[in-house]
């Protein structure tokens, strides 16, 4: 089973809004990663999770606050976003950082 | 430079050929190498990880790797319009995780 879930699939909020991403994995892997993806380009890295601790933190707007609560689980609190924050928002995991990444189906978030 | 570089294409073979993707990366020290399929909207979707020189194979699907160039490759035998996707090269340098910018490929009925 290489299944990443995520939720909610589609997210509409306000600029004033705060709201979470929901990323789960079963499969026992111990890094677990966010991503954002505009259309027509390739996944940006945002956070780096190895062992349930910050690794990579890749000078995201702290707007943007990751979580990890146990080795399943990686939430994105987002609080005050812009506009041009609206995109596609991946959720990937790995056995170890480096290795084979397995990608969730993604939040396509929307900001107005 | 570009850890990893694709051409962005877009590239068009017709139904029933071979479909060549290119890779080429900077990292002499990268270590594991990755193909990825994403239909639009959707998240990538790993096709193949290849982490020794030569070629592997998995049905349609054959990658190449070649580190004394730093250049990997997906060939797609028998092309399918369902085929029709961004492909995305990353590289792994052990800590580090590298995407290319993808090439599109339209598999032309």
């Known amino acids: 089973d290489t299944e990443v879930t995520q939720t909610p699939k589609h997210l509409v909020m306000g600029m004033t809004n705060k709201k979470s991403l929901k990323c789960e994995q079963h499969?026992?892997?111990?890094?677990m990663y966010w991503y954002k993806q505009k259309a027509k380009k390739p996944p940006e890295l945002m956070f780096v999770?190895?062992?349930?601790?910050?690794?990579i933190n890749e000078s995201v707007p702290s707007r943007f606050s990751p979580e990890c609560p146990n080795s399943s689980l990686l939430n994105l609190h987002l609080h005050a976003l812009q506009p041009e924050d609206s995109a596609l928002y991946l959720c990937a995991s790995s056995q170890v950082v480096g290795d084979t990444q397995y990608f969730g189906p993604g939040t396509r978030l929307t900001v107005l | 430079q570009k850890e990893v570089e694709q051409n962005s294409g877009p590239l068009s073979v017709p139904e029933g050929a071979i479909a060549s993707l290119n890779c080429t990366y900077s990292?002499?020290?990268?270590?594991?190498f990755f193909w990825y399929r994403q239909y639009s909207g959707k998240s990538p979707e790993l096709i193949m990880s290849i982490y020794s020189n030569g070629d592997k194979e998995d049905g349609r699907f054959t990658a190449q790797l070649n580190k004394a160039s730093q250049y990997v490759s997906l060939l797609i035998r028998d092309s399918q319009p369902s085929d029709s996707a961004t492909y995305l090269c990353?590289?792994?340098?052990?800590?580090?995780?590298?995407f290319g910018t993808g090439t599109s490929l339209t598999v032309i009925p």
């Open positions: 999770y190895s062992y349930e601790k910050l690794s």
């Open positions: 990292d002499r020290g990268s270590q594991s």
């Open positions: 499969m026992g892997h111990r890094a």
């Open positions: 990353a590289v792994s340098t052990g800590n580090q995780f590298y």
